[in-house]
Structure formats: structure tokens, C-alpha cells
């Protein structure tokens, strides 16, 4: 057995070796991107060597690319309602977001509240399309911002049928790729989106490194976040991260090339989880399990357990899982994703969230179903105990 079962791939993924060596090999270099001598076009290689493959990763030209400090920026970058275009220059009016975005979209970047509309999700969390089209149909020219796949449930929405809804009642679509890409096909053209997000330390980069990438030039964010020296070709100013960018560009090559291998490997160990899961405890519930689902991602609970015990208890037996989102960790709070899929209250209190990557073993697996055979006789005992 390892020594820890690291199964929290959703929160972060470890960092590649080809993006360590990216990332070490563009600390040694002296000079700054902007500068035009030698050392300063060196580090500029290696800005842009990473911009083509985080381009090349979603479909994009590397002159749509723009790198940020987080997928977090990114969102919040993308969310305003100063978006142009050439035949478009009047501000967006309103924001309309699907129930179970991120907290970083959820934020609404810089739209004021009142101008933004919550989408309702179905029980397994997709995006309702009926009100989608009925909310694009009242608002003129909505910025709508959908996630490819929910970094709780792994549920995947139909992100090119909202687009079509979207760009035929003339808005514009965000969508936030940030825990699609690597997994499952994140082609922004097939996707209809006019706007993606995404973010290296989810696919084996470094944290602190993201990205904006928009489908064409004729998107244009007219404020940007961070105004400056004009780095990022203005939308985003500040000496480039360049060791950061470097590796989240190492870190997009490998995840494009590995991306059907590394899949078919979580999504043939999350299966033998699940039946591991359902055989222990038979009344375990597997969110969104209805749905289409990132191959790496259950959350699952059982009635009476609490997340934070679990979460507790598996840290103990040494897996690393998570109670829902990371961003909340430390204070478990109950998910908006499930509350808005309908889940009952008890059930969202003890929600666990296992994710996989592309170094998990069988022995992770076994370990972790290890851990909740003891974890799940304890309960069923301690609800024995209060029932006697
Ligand atoms: N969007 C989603 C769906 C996420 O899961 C996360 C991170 O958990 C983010 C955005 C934020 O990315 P970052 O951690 O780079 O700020």
C-alpha cells in the first residue's frame, strides 16, 4: 500500500515532470520578456512557446491566448460587461450563470447584482436549457457563463446547445473549461464559446498560472483588471510569470497528448471505486451519476454521515479526499451545486468528494475503499447504537 492515497485531483493536480523542468529551466533565465535584447527575447521564447501549446490545447490561436494569475482572474477578467466586438460596443446588460458555477463566477465579476440571473439546473446539475432560452429571450445581448464540467459532481453541460440558444439570441458565452480540459475533448469552437477559461495547476501545471483564451479578435475585454505597462497586449499588466507560464505550457503538451490515455486510466479506476462504493454501502448516493460525468470525478454520501468526519477520518487512514469544492475547505460549507440539484439538506451535509488523476494506482484505490469499509461499519453501528 502507499504510503498517502493523494484522491483530491480536482482541488489540484501534482505537478508534471515535464512542467518542473519547464518551470526550473525558466528560473534560471535573467532577462524580462519585454525587454528586446537577448536575455529579454530568450524569456519571451519561452512565453510564447507556451502560449501555442495552451492554444493548441482548446482549439485556439496563440494571439487569443492571454495568461493571468488564476483561472479565478481569468473568470473574473471575462465577466464584465465592457465585452466588444466591432459591430458591438454598447455595454452587456446582464449576466446570466447556470446555478452550479464556481465561486469565482458565481461572484459575478463585474456585473452589478442586480443585473444577474441564476439559470436552474436539473437533478442531475444540468443547465436547464428552456430557461436558458426563456432568460436569453428577455435579455438583450447576455453575457452567459456555463462551465464545461462542475469541480464537485464532474457533471458535464451541454455547453454547444447553450451556445447555439446564445448566439441566436445574440449574447456572447463564457465558458469556464477550468476542470474539463485534460479530461474530456475542450475544442472551443465545437464548444461555441466566445470565452474559456482554464487553469495549469488543474492539469498537472503549477498553481498561480491561468488563462483567458477568447474564439476570435474581434472580442475585445475593454477593461481590463490590471492596468499597467501593457503586458498581455493590454489586457493584463505585470512582468509575466514567466517560469509559471513556461510550465503551464509544458504542462498543456503533455495533458493534450496524454489526454484518451490518462481518461480511459481514471475512468477504468473510478469505476472499480464506485462498484467498491455501492458493494460496502448498497444506500450510497453518487451525484450526477445520471448524468455524463468527467471520468475522474464521484461525490457521493450516505444518509447520517458528515463530510467534515469523513474528510477527518479518511485524512487519518491516509487518502486525501475533500468535502466538495476547495476553495471552501478548511470551513466546510454546505454545496450550493447539490442544494441547487435538489439534494436534501442531510445528504449535502455528508458529501465526499474523491478525484482522480493521471498518477493514481489501483493500490490508491484500494486504500481509500479500505478506509471507508471501516469508516462506513463505524456509522452503521453508530446509527445502530442511536437506533437500540
Ligand atoms: N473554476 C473551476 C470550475 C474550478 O474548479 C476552479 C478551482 O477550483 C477555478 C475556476 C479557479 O481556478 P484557480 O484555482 O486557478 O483560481
Redesign the pocket.
Same mark, same amino acid.
Given at each position: 500500500m502507499p504510503e498517502r492515497s493523494y484522491l483530491d485531483w =480536482?482541488a489540484t493536480a501534482p505537478l508534471r515532470e515535464a512542467a518542473r523542468r519547464a518551470f526550473d529551466a525558466a528560473l534560471s533565465l535573467s532577462g524580462n520578456p519585454s525587454s528586446v535584447h537577448a536575455e529579454g527575447r530568450a524569456a519571451r521564447r519561452f512565453v510564447e512557446n507556451a502560449r501555442e501549446e495552451v492554444a493548441s490545447l482548446v482549439g485556439a490561436r496563440p494571439s487569443d491566448v492571454f495568461f493571468t494569475s *488564476? @483561472? !479565478?482572474e481569468a =473568470?473574473m477578467l471575462a465577466l464584465t460587461p465592457a465585452i466588444e466586438s466591432a459591430a458591438e460596443k454598447a455595454p452587456l446588460k446582464r449576466l446570466l450563470l447556470s446555478a452550479v458555477e464556481?465561486a *469565482?463566477v458565481r461572484s459575478g465579476g463585474r456585473f452589478p447584482r442586480d443585473a444577474i440571473e441564476d439559470i436552474p439546473v436539473d437533478g442531475e446539475g444540468r443547465v436547464d436549457l428552456g430557461a436558458l432560452a426563456e432568460s436569453v429571450a428577455r435579455s438583450a445581448r447576455p453575457l452567459v457563463s456555463l462551465?464545461q464540467a462542475n =469541480?464537485e459532481t464532474g457533471v458535464i453541460q451541454p455547453v454547444a446547445e447553450a451556445a447555439a440558444i446564445v448566439h441566436a439570441g445574440g449574447g456572447l458565452l463564457h465558458v469556464?473549461a477550468?476542470?474539463a480540459v485534460g479530461r474530456i475533448a475542450c475544442d472551443m469552437r465545437a464548444l461555441g464559446a466566445d470565452l474559456l !477559461?482554464l *487553469?495549469a495547476?488543474k492539469i498537472g501545471g503549477p498553481k498561480g498560472v @491561468?488563462a483567458l483564451v477568447r474564439a476570435t479578435e474581434d472580442i475585445h475585454i475593454a477593461d481590463p483588471l490590471i492596468r499597467g505597462g501593457g503586458q498581455e497586449r493590454g489586457l493584463r499588466a505585470g512582468t509575466e510569470n514567466v517560469a509559471g507560464i513556461a510550465a503551464f505550457g509544458a504542462a498543456a503538451a503533455v495533458a493534450r497528448r496524454e489526454r484518451e490515455a490518462e481518461s480511459a486510466h481514471t475512468l477504468a479506476l473510478r469505476g472499480k471505486l464506485e462498484n467498491g462504493i455501492a458493494a460496502i454501502s448498497p444506500g450510497a448516493v453518487i451525484f450526477g451519476a445520471a448524468a455524463e460525468r468527467l471520468p475522474n470525478t464521484t461525490l457521493f454520501a450516505v444518509e447520517g454521515m458528515k463530510a467534515e468526519t469523513a474528510v477527518i477520518a479518511f485524512d487519518l487512514a491516509g487518502v486525501a479526499v475533500s468535502s466538495g /469544492? /476547495?476553495?471552501s475547505s478548511g470551513k466546510v460549507q454546505p454545496s450550493h451545486v447539490l442544494a441547487a440539484m435538489g439534494v436534501s439538506p442531510a445528504l449535502v451535509r455528508g458529501a465526499v468528494r474523491v478525484s482522480l488523476g493521471f498518477g493514481t494506482t489501483e493500490a490508491d484505490v484500494e486504500m481509500f475503499l479500505g478506509a471507508w469499509r471501516k469508516l462506513a461499519t463505524a456509522l452503521s453501528k453508530e446509527r445502530r447504537g442511536i437506533a437500540a
Open positions: =480536482n *488564476s @483561472g !479565478t =473568470n464556481h *469565482s462551465m =469541480n469556464d477550468v476542470q !477559461t *487553469s495547476h @491561468g /469544492a /476547495a476553495c
